[in-house]
């Protein structure tokens, strides 16, 4: 019974995970806010730019997110049933990976071409910005590079 009940808790955790994931970056048109505005030095046409590139990119996100919300109620109405059939939480589980990389590669393309609105020390500035969110790492992919961590959070250097 513990077993089941642990399984079922994790699986309800991975379908919840998405929306966590989702939001590497900072909560709406960060390009309008004052203070990211004056730390990247952005232009008002950079920012009409960047109003571009969310506008061409919404409605698939919309879209993208709605696929992952159904696909996750199906994973938790599978998890709810008493009677479990491992086939069907496996492909229901299935539906919501496929349904997060589906998300997550248009968030990451939308990225990019928010990437090309800005010039080379505009982006090492807002990496910056998002590294130092609180309770935030860096997006996948955006981690820097430094020697390996030892623990008490000194870097060591490769053998």
């Known amino acids: 019974m513990m077993?089941?009940?642990g399984f079922l808790a994790a699986m309800l955790l991975l379908a919840s995970i998405p929306e966590a994931e989702a939001q590497?970056?900072?909560p709406g048109k960060w390009w309008h806010r004052p203070e990211v505005v004056n730390r990247l030095g952005l232009t008002s046409d950079q920012r009409d730019r960047?109003?571009?590139?969310?506008r061409r990119s919404?409605?698939?996100?919309?879209?993208?997110r709605d696929a992952m919300e159904t696909n996750a109620k199906a994973l938790r109405e599978q998890l709810d049933r008493p009677d479990l059939d491992r086939e069907a939480v496996r492909?229901?589980?299935?539906?919501?990976?496929?349904?997060?990389?589906?998300?997550?590669?248009?968030?990451l393309m939308m990225l990019v071409d928010m990437r090309r609105e800005l010039k080379d020390e505009q982006w090492n500035r807002f990496r910056a910005l998002i590294e130092s969110r609180p309770g935030q790492g860096p997006p996948p992919g955006m981690q820097p590079r430094r020697g390996l961590q030892q623990p008490g959070g000194r870097r060591g250097r490769r053998p």
């Not at 960047?50 to 969310?54: M, S």
């Open 3 to 5: 077993k089941k009940i």
């Open 24 to 26: 590497q970056l900072p």
């Open 50 to 54: 960047l109003d571009e590139v969310l």
């Open 58 to 64: 919404a409605p698939e996100l919309v879209e993208l």
């Open 91 to 107: 492909k229901a589980a299935e539906g919501v990976s496929e349904a997060r990389a589906r998300l997550f590669e248009r968030e």
